[in-house]
């Protein structure tokens, strides 16, 4: 009869040991391609060419400098506010420029047209086709700021501030990319 030795006796640790190390690989993969099969189900870029690509495109529709800018969405119970500033309080150049741009997306807005950030970020975007059927239910105003400008978006419809939302989010993962003006 075999009397297990001490080094037998480490052998089902050593298998727990790899079972746990195996789970943690196999968890790790999974929630590796939950999050690619997100950004590509909502049109988020994945690839560095493609991020450069959603840079270029910013670039041809947003006039002022996105590296001299800070881009950032804040959502509120109502609605939400996005606001693009100047990082520099005396660049007036990129001040005007955020302030003509900003005051045109809302009359955009207000009529149900996205395709500014729809040209930048995809028709994919999550809450987008929501916001375009319901633009007469959503309100937006329009506000200069000392060193940009503001848009708050207001509304009753809980669907819409839903899809405000969401829009907001994707926005804000995309404009936390390098040249795409900050975010938070």
Not at 64 to 82: M, R, S
Not at 109 to 121: E, L
């Amino acid at each position: 009869m075999n009397t297990p030795t001490s080094t037998d006796s480490s052998r089902p640790l050593r298998r727990k040991g790899r079972r746990w190390w195996l789970a943690g690989v196999v968890a790790a993969l999974v929630l590796a391609a939950g999050g690619i099969g997100y950004a590509m189900a909502t049109g988020h870029q994945t690839a560095n060419g493609e991020a450069q690509t959603m840079v270029a495109h910013a670039a041809q529709v947003m006039p002022f400098d996105l590296n001299a800018t800070t881009h950032t969405f804040t959502k509120t119970p109502d609605g939400g506010v996005e606001q693009i500033v100047a990082n520099s309080s005396g660049d007036e150049h990129n001040v005007t420029l955020i302030q003509q741009h900003l005051s045109r997306e809302a009359d955009q807005f207000a009529q149900g047209n996205y395709s500014d950030p729809a040209a930048i970020h995809g028709t994919a975007m999550p809450g987008l086709q929501e916001l375009q059927a319901g633009a007469s239910r959503m309100q937006s105003h329009y506000e200069q700021l000392p060193t940009g400008a503001k848009i708050t978006f207001s509304s009753s419809d809980a669907v819409l501030v839903a899809a405000l939302h969401a829009w907001f989010d994707a926005q804000t993962m995309d404009h936390s990319m390098p040249g795409m003006g900050g975010g938070n």
